[in-house]
């Protein structure tokens, strides 16, 4: 469905992505590991059209079409749908004017039955739609940032860090959600997250990406099961002594 092949993304003269390749396949959920900083981000960002005349190398392809070196806009309209780091949602709209932004792109009936949607998965943001989004708690305005993403009936849907600031209960809800719109409407969807185990729990397939490079790849059961992804990702080590502890610090595999 989206295939990015080979792309260099640059800050100035500091490579940010070095020949990274990825397949979305249509209606998973494909997750993206890493640890802050190894460009997981840069990678949505990139494919969203939002880092100026990026990608440097490398191509970028939504079926037959590429959409490297697009507007946002003219990507946001193929139905690429994008929920930044941080939230960034309206502050000074209240929750229901914000999810009307989300449909600004649509055409036609519809939006109604969506936006009923959006309130039969948070129900929060029904309680509190006429409230304005800045006096929200983080896991609320986590929770209206997604809803707003799902009034444009995205074909692949991006959430970058969704777990970010959140309590564990919040956490667990907001993927509970996840995996809900994967299954019941079969979006596609990429998730960029350091939360490893949260990631693997809803995800198809996933990358580990170590500076600006992936470095492993494979189902969720792959990962999850790998060496090193669960002792430097998951926390579970693999190694110990009779006395019950590591006796050294284990290089990576892909070193």
């Known amino acids: 469905m989206l295939e990015v092949k080979n792309i260099e993304t640059l800050y100035g003269l500091v490579m940010a992505l070095r020949g990274v390749s990825l397949k979305l396949a249509e209606g998973q959920i494909t997750a993206v590991l890493g640890a802050n900083g190894a460009g997981k981000s840069t990678l949505i960002k990139t494919i969203m059209g939002l880092i100026e005349d990026q990608p440097d190398k490398g191509t970028i392809w939504l079926d037959d079409k590429r959409i490297d070196h697009k507007d946002t806009e003219e990507i946001v309209r193929l139905g690429l749908a994008f929920v930044p780091e941080g939230r960034q949602v309206f502050a000074e709209l209240t929750v229901q004017e914000n999810l009307a932004m989300g449909a600004y792109t649509r055409r036609g009936s519809g939006v109604r039955?969506?936006?009923?949607?959006?309130?039969?998965?948070?129900?929060?943001?029904?309680?509190?739609?006429?409230?304005?989004?800045?006096?929200?708690?983080?896991?609320?305005?986590?929770?209206?940032?997604?809803?707003?993403?799902?009034?444009?009936?995205?074909?692949?849907?991006?959430?970058?860090?969704?777990?970010?600031?959140?309590?564990?209960?919040?956490?667990?809800?907001?993927?509970?959600?996840?995996?809900?719109?994967?299954?019941?409407?079969?979006?596609?969807?990429?998730?960029?997250?350091?939360?490893?185990?949260?990631?693997?729990?809803?995800?198809?397939?996933?990358?580990?990406?170590?500076?600006?490079?992936?470095?492993?790849?494979?189902?969720?059961?792959?990962?999850?099961?790998?060496?090193?992804?669960?002792?430097?990702?998951?926390?579970?080590?693999?190694?110990?002594?009779v006395k019950g502890y590591q006796r050294y610090k284990r290089k990576k595999r892909w070193r």
């Open 113 to 241: 039955a969506d936006l009923e949607r959006v309130f039969g998965l948070f129900p929060r943001l029904l309680e509190r739609q006429r409230q304005l989004a800045g006096t929200l708690s983080g896991g609320e305005q986590q929770m209206l940032a997604i809803g707003r993403a799902l009034m444009m009936r995205p074909r692949i849907l991006f959430l970058d860090e969704p777990s970010l600031g959140l309590s564990p209960l919040l956490v667990r809800e907001i993927f509970a959600t996840i995996a809900r719109v994967n299954a019941e409407d079969h979006t596609t969807i990429l998730l960029v997250e350091q939360n490893a185990n949260m990631a693997l729990s809803v995800c198809h397939q996933g990358y580990v990406m170590e500076n600006g490079r992936f470095v492993l790849a494979g189902s969720a059961q792959e990962l999850a099961n790998d060496p090193d992804v669960r002792e430097f990702y998951l926390g579970i080590q693999s190694e110990v002594s």
